[in-house]
């Protein structure tokens, strides 16, 4: 067996196909498999940090996801799995309510799986999604104005917030770039954040569609916690050991 005290690139090349693998690591479980004191674990980790390859937390470290192309990219891309969540997102969709939903192209896909005599409010800052939404004829849709970020393809800023300001929603669907049990979701660009954590504050119940890449992981800037997010809708194909941070805080999970 190697010695993995005696060989940090080899102990820190492991602890990288971890966190490929997995998307976290404990330093505790680690020092046992490695035989090597957590105190070392927490110098690879921190190493690791300085590399870009992870971001410390408590007791371990939680992948950094990296950031994906544009939204006119990702909205040209389909996948069975991101059709088969935008579905289980549109499956929970309240009829008569007054719902909001998130620009992304997984969240493009679920506007698309609604069923077409919905009788609902929809607010979006997705262009993409409102004109999609023109074509359900009991569906009303508001659009949320401002500057076009093209890497979200959604309005952000002042504007778009401030119309914000004036609506309720009885469900909100969120898109992110990275969810985390620690850090809940989160996102690249800080605007984006701000934005989302606007909608949080007057939403009831808050759903999060995520892919396999994105969990467990940590970008940038935090959206919110997961203790305040109603639900998580993810492929059915992501392991169940994958998600056994999320379980053990009691946060409720739809494979579909």
């Given at each position: ?121 929809v607010v979006t800052n997705s262009p993409l999604i409102a004109v999609e939404l023109m074509n359900y004829p009991h569906c009303e849709v508001i659009m949320l104005g401002g500057r076009l970020q093209k890497q979200t393809g959604g309005s952000l800023g002042v504007t778009p917030q401030q119309q914000l300001s004036h609506i309720w929603f009885d469900q909100a669907f969120l898109g992110g770039c990275a969810m985390d049990a620690d850090a809940g979701l989160t996102v690249f660009d800080y605007e984006d954040a701000e934005f ?61």
């Open positions: 067996m190697l010695d993995y005290a005696a060989f940090p690139q080899q102990r820190q090349s492991l602890i990288r196909q971890k966190l490929r693998d997995e998307g976290r690591v404990v330093c505790a479980d680690l020092s046992a498999q490695l035989q090597v004191s957590e105190h070392t674990i927490r110098r690879d980790l921190q190493q690791l940090a300085r590399e870009g390859v992870c971001k410390k937390v408590y007791g371990g470290a939680v992948s950094i996801v990296t950031e994906s192309g544009s939204f006119s990219h990702r909205a040209r891309e389909s996948s069975a799995e991101k059709t088969a969540i935008a579905a289980g997102c549109a499956r929970r969709v309240k009829e008569g309510g007054c719902i909001y939903i998130d620009a992304g192209s997984t969240n493009l896909a679920m506007a698309k799986a609604l069923p077409v005599q919905l009788k609902l409010t989302k954590k606007a909608v949080v504050e007057r939403s009831n119940d808050i759903i999060v569609a995520l892919t396999a890449d994105k969990i467990p992981g940590i970008a940038r800037y935090s959206v919110v916690l997961c203790e305040d997010i109603s639900l998580m809708v993810v492929d059915k194909r992501v392991p169940e050991e994958r998600l056994a941070a999320f379980t053990a805080k009691n946060i409720a999970i739809e494979w579909v």
